[in-house]
T-cell receptor, first 110, second 112 residues
Framework: SQQGEEDPQALSIQEGENATMNCSYKTSINNLQWYRQNSGRGLVHLIL?????REKHSGRLRVTLDTSKKSSSLLITASRAADTASYFC??????????FGTGTQLKVEL | EAQVTQNPRYLITVTGKKLTVTCSQN?????MSWYRQDPGLGLRQIYYSMNVEVTDKGDVPEGYKVSRKEKRNFPLILESPSPNQTSLYFCASRPLGYNEQFFGPGTRLTVL
């Protein structure tokens, strides 16, 4: 079963704008991770937030986690054309098994 | 260079013809996993392995087999492929006790 449902499925913005993606999950997690996938290629880990954390920053990335609502958001600030990719959340539950969401396709236009 | 490699990268085959997709990692990771990616469904785990000779089913194991005879290799075997196994397959690895997974470049499989 899918752990994460992501919203929106697709997002198109202009370069320099912020991009926000949301993820909801169903079961308890130890941590939630975000990955990026360039078209047809392997996923690359971006950032991890633990279940006892509420917010985390890494460069232009900001992740929040609300365990009471079973939701997380990824904010990319000052987006660039190179940020164009699909973004996936993945919840790590028992045994650190990762269960992925369906992804958000982000397009950043010049 | 630390990496996960998969072969082949692209494969077109016919129903029922046994095939193996290889996965190898050079990072001495204990944990390895196979996923398939389908449009609108995200990534779904097929099988995973916590260490040599230790494998377990993921969410969609039907029609697949795996083996873990060596730490670095985790081949995915389709004994009798069917068209519904047409998909993009990813292998991933990580050290035990560590959260980030490292993904291979993917294998695009088409079963006619």
């Amino acid at each position: 079963s899918q752990q994460g449902e992501e919203d929106p499925q697709a997002l198109s913005i202009q370069e320099g704008e912020n991009a926000t993606m949301n993820c909801s999950y169903k079961t308890s997690i130890n941590n939630l991770q975000w990955y990026r996938q360039n078209s047809g290629r392997g996923l690359v880990h971006l950032i991890l937030i633990r279940s006892n954390e509420r917010e985390k920053h890494s460069g232009r990335l900001r992740v929040t986690l609300d365990t009471s609502k079973k939701s997380s958001s990824l904010l990319i600030t000052a987006s660039r054309a190179a940020d164009t990719a699909s973004y996936f959340c993945a919840g790590a539950g028992g045994g650190n098994k990762l269960t992925f969401g369906t992804g958000t396709q982000l397009k950043v236009e010049l | 260079e630390a990496q996960v490699t998969q072969n082949p990268r692209y494969l077109i085959t016919v129903t029922g013809k046994k095939l193996t997709v290889t996965c190898s990692q050079n990072m001495n990771h204990e944990y390895m996993s196979w996923y398939r990616q389908d449009p609108g469904l995200g990534l779904r785990q097929i099988y995973y392995s916590m260490n040599v000779e230790v494998t377990d089913k993921g969410d969609v194991p039907e029609g697949y087999k795996v083996s873990r005879k060596e730490k670095r290799n985790f081949p995915l075997i389709l004994e009798s492929p069917s068209p519904n196994q047409t998909s993009l397959y990813f292998c991933a690895s990580r050290p035990l006790g560590y959260n980030e997974q490292f993904f291979g470049p993917g294998t695009r499989l088409t079963v006619l």
